[in-house]
């Protein structure tokens, strides 16, 4: 998964993460907003539009399949006893917190950047 072999959801995942990190809810809004519309909102009325584009599914299934190919890692959890981050659970990956490793970023920024979400 580097540059143009990355899927949208992918890099949208990643591109979450850029800045800080996140959790499914986090990641599930994020891949699923108009940024568009967004420009309208103003900051005494602020709004997120959501439109779903990736079923909650096929983000769960794609965090899981990128932590096993090491793109992300487990951050934090919000319950260690529950959910502790070693050895990785996958079963209760709602209670992690995720960012990008090295290689994560690495394929994060070879994606073509006309297909930037923010564009």
Known sequence: MVGKEMTELQFTLLDGMAD???DVEQLYLYANRQFAAETEANI???RMLIEVRFPLRLIVDEIANMLREGYI???CSND???APLSP???TVLHHDWWGP???GT???KAYPSDESLNA
């Open 44 to 46: 005494q009325f602020p």
């Open 20 to 22: 800080d990190y996140e």
């Open 88 to 90: 990785m659970n996958f």
């Open 106 to 108: 690495q394929a994060w």
């Open 73 to 75: 890692e487990a951050k």
């Open 101 to 103: 490793t090295d290689k």
């Open 80 to 82: 260690e006893e529950l």
